[in-house]
């Protein structure tokens, strides 16, 4: 097994309960190369909104 998923409820801070969701990863090397992976998204996902506003 590589990874585990943990649900945790939270409030919002108008109340509301959430699911929170929480990733364990078994091996440290796996968990930075899923952070990575998640971090090159996000830069992607911030360049595509960029571009999208200059339009």
Known sequence: ???SVEWRKVKTD???SVHH???WFHDAMIEQ???EVLARANLW???RRSL???V
Do not use: P, Y
């Open 1 to 3: 097994m590589i990874a």
């Open 14 to 16: 108008f109340g509301f």
């Open 21 to 23: 969701r929480a990733n």
């Open 33 to 35: 190369l899923a952070g």
């Open 45 to 47: 996902e911030s360049i």
């Open 52 to 54: 999208l506003i200059g």
